[in-house]
C-alpha cells in the first residue's frame, strides 16, 4: 500500500464513529461540489458498524436523495438472505434513510438470476451505464462512476471485497466485476469489483479493526504483491485511507503509523 494516511483509534466503536463521521464529511462536500455523491458500501463487520455510527450522527447536511450507493461486494445469495451485505446495510442504517431507490444500486440475488457471472454482467452493465451518464468517467478510464468514497473491510489473509489471495479475480484488468466461487469465507458463491474499478474510486477507504488482522495490515504496508495481498492493490486516484483499531496497527512500523 502506498501509506497515504494512517488513522487509528482505541477500538472498533471509536474507530467507527471517525468513519462515520469523515463518511458525512466527504459526502456533503461532494454534493457541495458536484450536486451528489457516489459510495461503494462495504460488507463485514466493521461495514456494518460504519453505517449505524452514521445513523448516531447528524446527518441534515446530506440530500439522501442525491447519494448513490452500491457495493464493493456481495453474497450471491437470495434476495434478503440476512447474508446479503445490501440486507445487512438496510437493517444498519439505510432502510430509515430518505435515499432515491433508483440510486441504491444493489448486485442481483441469486433469486433473480441464474449464475453469480449473469449477476456481475449486470452489476458492470450499470456501473458503466450510470457511469455514462453521469458523464463520470474516473480519472483511471474504467467504466464505472467516480466514486466520491470507496470503503473497504480487510480479511485477515487480507482479502478486499471478494478478491481473495491467489484468485484470477485479483489480478483482473478488463473487467469491473466478476463472479467469485469457492470463496475462502462463506458463502463460497459471491460478486465482486475488481482492483481497477476500486481503484477508480476517489478515496478508497479501508476501515479495520481487531489483532487477527494486524500481519495482514503490515504485510500490505510493506508492499507486498496484490496477487498473495489484494489490501495491497489498492489505493484512491485522489487518497487512500487506513483506519485502523491499535490493534489491527499494532505490527506496522512506527513510520507507517504517521498521521498525515
Ligand atoms: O462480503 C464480505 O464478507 C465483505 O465484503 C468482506 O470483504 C469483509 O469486508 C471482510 O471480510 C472484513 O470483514 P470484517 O470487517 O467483519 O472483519
Given amino acids: 500500500m502506498t501509506v497515504a494516511d494512517v488513522v487509528i483509534l482505541d477500538s472498533p466503536e471509536p474507530l467507527a464513529s471517525h468513519v462515520a463521521e469523515r463518511l458525512i464529511a466527504e459526502i456533503t462536500a461532494a454534493q457541495a461540489a458536484r450536486g451528489s455523491a457516489s459510495v461503494v458500501l462495504t460488507g463485514g463487520g466493521m461495514g456494518g458498524r460504519t453505517l449505524a455510527a452514521v445513523g448516531e450522527l447528524d446527518t441534515s447536511a446530506i ?29 444498519a442504517l439505510l432502510d430509515r434513510l430518505p435515499l432515491d431507490p433508483e440510486r441504491v444500486h444493489v448486485v442481483p440475488a441469486a433469486d433473480t438470476v441464474a449464475s453469480a457471472e449473469e449477476a456481475a454482467a449486470r452489476y458492470a452493465e450499470e456501473l458503466a ?3 455514462e451518464a453521469a458523464g463520470s468517467r474516473p480519472t ?18 487480507a482479502h478486499v471485497a471478494s478478491l481473495f489471495p491467489e484468485l484470477d479475480a485479483v489480478t483482473e484488468q478488463q473487467a469491473t466485476a466478476l463472479a467469485v466461487h469457492d470463496a475462502p ?75 498525515s
Fill in 63 to 91: 440530500d439522501w436523495s442525491r447519494v448513490d450507493l452500491w457495493w464493493g461486494d456481495e453474497r450471491f445469495v437470495r434476495s434478503g438472505d440476512e447474508e446479503r451485505n445490501d440486507r445487512q446495510a438496510r437493517a
Fill in 129 to 131: 451505464t450510470v457511469s
Fill in 140 to 157: 483511471n478510464g474504467t467504466a464505472v462512476p467516480a466514486f466520491d468514497v470507496l470503503m473497504l473491510g480487510v480479511g485477515p489473509d
Fill in 185 to 259: 469465507k462463506p458463502p463460497p458463491d459471491r460478486v465482486t469489483l475488481t482492483l481497477p474499478a476500486i481503484n477508480a474510486a476517489r478515496q478508497v477507504w479501508l476501515v479495520v479493526a481487531g489483532a487477527d488482522k494486524a500481519g495482514a495490515v503490515a504485510l500490505a504496508a510493506n508492499g507486498a504483491a496484490a496477487q498473495q495481498v489484494p489490501a495491497a492493490g489498492v489505493q484512491g486516484t485522489e487518497r487512500t485511507v487506513w483506519f485502523l483499531d491499535t490493534a489491527a496497527a499494532s505490527r506496522l512500523p512506527a513510520q507507517a503509523t504517521d498521521e
